[in-house]
């Protein structure tokens, strides 16, 4: 009971802690930590991650982290690495460790080898456009059960712009909206083209800023949309380099790991009974 209580305030305390440096107890878990540990769950491809999402992600990792932290110092206070299942099971894994770092720094060392050219890169990212187009939009929507409902609440802003019009939208939100972004005046978090239904993504990045959209039907109903911002933009040959690079150096250390495996099973004796 005692680590969950504590777990549950850590928690609660996450938002004010600087994610660059979080100590647990006396133990430090930086930045860094939480990036690489992100690196290994997104098998490497943490930085493609939209950059909205990335904050999001780096909090959920740090709670886990943390987690981690107050179980094992509530372990050690209680005696577990003392007890005999927590030795026979930390040799057990020892010895299966030794195997893997070395296998891991044997794949590193073959991609520490790899060589790319500045043609192959680009080609790559000639070839595959649309994954570095950056796109994502902020708006606040008003979510109805038929057409007619949403028109009526259309024909209530005609004729506004600006913060006034906000304001209404954000009131007729609060008021109407079958949406839990009523609460917020109907305001969703910022989202990338994939993260919606289709047919509100195609109006979203296709209406014009500060105005609202004709009602939207989707499988939820009827959507009256107000396009706050929106981005669109272009990553650079120059920015997705270190991405395309390691992405590129893994495709080819594959097929090199692959015949090297194949020349080791030749000169192995591997006996199955």
């Known amino acids: 009971m005692k680590t969950v209580t504590k777990i549950v305030l850590s928690l609660a305390l996450i938002s004010t802690m600087s994610q660059a440096q979080t100590t647990v107890n006396g133990a430090v878990i930086t930045k860094a930590d939480v990036d690489k540990e992100l690196m290994v769950a997104t098998q490497g491809r943490f930085n493609q991650v939209p950059a909205d999402k990335q904050a ?15 179980v094992y110092d509530d372990a050690k ?8 299942e927590y030795k026979d099971k930390y040799e057990e894994v020892t010895s299966k460790i030794k195997k893997e770092i070395a296998i891991q720094i044997w794949q590193k060392q073959v991609m520490n ?4 050219t500045d043609a192959e890169i680009k080609s790559y990212y000639d070839n595959n456009a649309e994954e570095f187009d950056e796109k994502s939009a902020e708006v606040r929507h008003i979510l109805v059960a038929t057409e007619g409902e949403a028109k009526e609440l259309a024909k209530e802003m005609k004729g506004m712009s600006g913060a006034a019009l906000v304001d209404k939208f954000a009131a007729l939100a609060k008021s109407k909206s079958s949406c839990p972004s009523s609460a917020d005046g109907g305001k969703l978090p910022k989202f990338a083209p994939k993260d919606m239904v289709p047919e509100f993504s195609k109006e979203a990045f296709s209406m014009k800023e500060k105005t609202i959209s004709d009602p939207v039907k989707t499988q939820f109903g009827y959507h009256l949309i107000y396009l706050d911002s929106r981005v669109n933009k272009k990553i650079t040959l120059a920015e997705a380099k270190p991405t395309i690079s390691n992405r590129l150096k893994m495709e080819k250390a ?4 692959l015949a090297k495996m194949k020349e080791l099973q030749k000169k192995a004796t591997i006996v199955t009974k």
């Open 56 to 70: 999001e992600f780096r909090k959920q990792m740090l709670e886990q982290l943390i987690a981690k932290e107050l």
């Open 77 to 84: 206070k209680i005696g577990i690495t003392n007890s005999k």
């Open 113 to 116: 080898k790899i060589a790319l």
């Open 254 to 257: 594959k097929s090199i790991m």
